[in-house]
């Protein structure tokens, strides 16, 4: 065998790897690129989107979920709110009800300014406004519509009769509403003036439930002049 001839056959080779070796760079090369094109796309398309639509997108994620686990048991003939429960553990459900508290904790009030202000943003909360009607009445009035200090508004506006009937339900909701949780206890004229101011009531109060079923003898000779 001639050696040259050899010598050209391996040199061959060795060529034909080296270009492959390079056609597979160029390749791996090419589909980093499309990768890294593809990945700038879709970085570029969350960066526009809002900043809680991944919150958004979760949460339809559970109500589909939901809904479907809720016709899984209407179809099984099953109470849906009782087989959740059975499948929450009781970790689970002391987090939840803390984080249910700290949602929405009670911090109470310091003054009546800033209980007018949570009841004033409770009942707006309740408002559903009619947004057909709102923008039929911007059309309708036009500028008066943003009244200024120089605009009369008497006669522009009409309160419709549902309006009317709206306001009045919810402000018997609202009396109700005192009526059933007011601390105000309404005073007694014809019980018996004991106390010198509020304080001493409840005291006496106190002492009345504690030990009046052991005084009240000795109250009564007192009041008889009958005592020893």
């Known amino acids: 065998m001639d050696p040259s001839s050899s010598s050209k056959g391996a040199t061959a080779n060795k060529y034909a790897e080296r270009m492959q070796k390079l056609k597979e760079l160029h390749l791996k090369r090419s589909e980093a690129?499309?990768?890294?094109?593809?990945?700038?796309?879709?970085?570029?398309?969350?960066?526009?989107?809002?900043?809680?639509?991944?919150?958004?997108?979760r949460r339809a994620e559970w109500i589909l979920s939901e809904e479907a686990e809720k016709e899984?048991?209407?179809?099984?003939?099953?109470?849906?709110?009782?087989?959740?429960?059975?499948?929450?553990?009781?970790?689970?459900?002391?987090?939840?009800?803390?984080?249910?508290?700290?949602?929405?904790?009670?911090?109470?009030f310091a003054d009546y300014e800033q209980a007018t202000v949570r009841q004033y943003n409770r009942l707006v909360k309740n408002i559903k406004p009619d947004m057909r009607a709102y923008q039929a009445q911007r059309d309708n009035l036009g500028d008066a519509f943003?009244?200024?200090?120089?605009t009369i508004l008497h006669g522009l506006h009409k309160d419709s009769k549902e309006g009317i009937d709206r306001m009045v339900t919810d402000l018997?909701?609202?009396?109700?509403?005192?009526?059933?949780?007011?601390?105000?206890?309404?005073?007694?004229?014809?019980?018996?003036?004991?106390?010198?101011?509020?304080?001493?009531?409840?005291?006496?109060?106190?002492?009345?439930?504690?030990?009046?079923?052991?005084?009240?003898?000795?109250k009564q000779n007192l009041e008889r002049g009958t005592a020893v």
Do not use: C
């Open 172 to 218: 018997e909701k609202q009396v109700a509403k005192r009526e059933k949780y007011s601390r105000r206890r309404t005073h007694n004229d014809d019980a018996d003036i004991d106390y010198i101011n509020d304080r001493n009531m409840k005291f006496n109060k106190k002492l009345e439930r504690f030990y009046g079923q052991y005084t009240t003898e000795i």
């Open 72 to 108: 899984a048991a209407a179809a099984a003939g099953e109470d849906y709110d009782r087989v959740k429960l059975l499948n929450v553990n009781a970790l689970d459900a002391e987090r939840l009800e803390w984080k249910k508290k700290k949602k929405n904790p009670d911090q109470g």
């Open 146 to 150: 943003y009244g200024t200090p120089n």
């Open 33 to 57: 690129r499309q990768q890294n094109h593809k990945e700038v796309v879709e970085e570029d398309k969350r960066l526009k989107l809002p900043s809680n639509w991944e919150a958004k997108k």
